[in-house]
């Protein structure tokens, strides 16, 4: 790590502590992300870190979403867990065509912590190092009226912006249908520039063969150029996730 890094590391720790937070089990990794997130200004990073503490604290006080708190989300089959790309981030697939607006918001909200903690997990074995990210492709083919959700788009956005920070790498916004333009606009209005720049629009053969050559053929399912076969998320089983308390 740069000193310069190591510097604003050590600043956001002192500020965590002058806010009354906890801080000497995190990792150096883990507060850089939260740095990056706030333009490496070592105060505004400390405050997100500790809304970030609280919030885990309050909304997974068991330190993770089990999977009989989503079933309703699983059984959709909509997420796929497909191991790691060539840079080494793990790889999620969302078939938006299976999905369909939930009843029951807390539930969903459940379920995007879920899929994201492990998807996280999956990028890494034994222990985490805290800089671990994720990529992914939302796969918008034979999407239909019914399956348009953009309050969950903006829940997802928002829990990968505030309690995630720098954990997307990149996200594929693949076949996108001229019903879900307009959604897309609206949507991207509650995205952080940040945010923004990660998303790419996949609307021909070269940017699929961009989506290949980034993650590679043995992690990239068959259904877009690679050999792998599709994994739900529910089938992905992991030695060390979920953590016992």
């Known amino acids: 790590m740069e000193e310069s890094h190591q510097i604003a590391v050590q600043r956001m720790r002192n500020s965590i ?46 330190g993770h979403i089990p999977d009989d708190e989503v079933l309703q989300e699983l059984e959709s089959k909509k997420i796929y867990l497909q191991g790691l790309s060539k840079n080494g981030y793990s ?8 999905h369909f607006p939930s009843k029951d918001h807390l539930q969903f909200k459940k379920f995007v912590v879920h899929l994201l903690d492990k998807t996280i997990a999956s990028s890494f074995s034994g222990e985490e190092k805290g800089d671990e990210k994720l990529v992914a492709i939302l796969d918008l083919e034979s999407l239909t009226l019914q399956n348009i959700d953009p309050r969950a788009l903006i829940t997802g956005f928002q829990f990968l912006q505030a309690y995630y920070p720098e954990r997307l790498a990149r996200l594929y916004l693949l076949n996108m249908p001229w019903i879900f333009v307009s959604v897309w606009k609206m949507v991207s209005r509650f995205l952080e520039k940040a945010t923004l720049e990660k998303v790419v629009i996949v609307g ?42």
């Open 204 to 245: 021909n053969e070269e940017g699929k063969r961009t989506i290949l050559e980034d993650i590679g053929e043995g992690t990239l399912p068959e259904e877009y150029g690679g050999r792998a076969k599709l994994t739900p998320l529910q089938d992905v089983k992991l030695s060390h996730w979920p953590l016992t308390a």
């Open 91 to 98: 790889l999620l697939i969302v078939l938006a065509r299976k």
């Open 17 to 62: 502590k002058k806010l009354g937070s906890s801080v000497e089990k995190q990792k150096d990794a883990t507060l850089m992300r939260f740095l990056v997130a706030r333009s490496m200004d070592p105060e505004k990073a400390a405050r997100m870190f500790v809304q970030w503490a609280k919030w885990r604290a309050d909304f997974v006080p068991r």
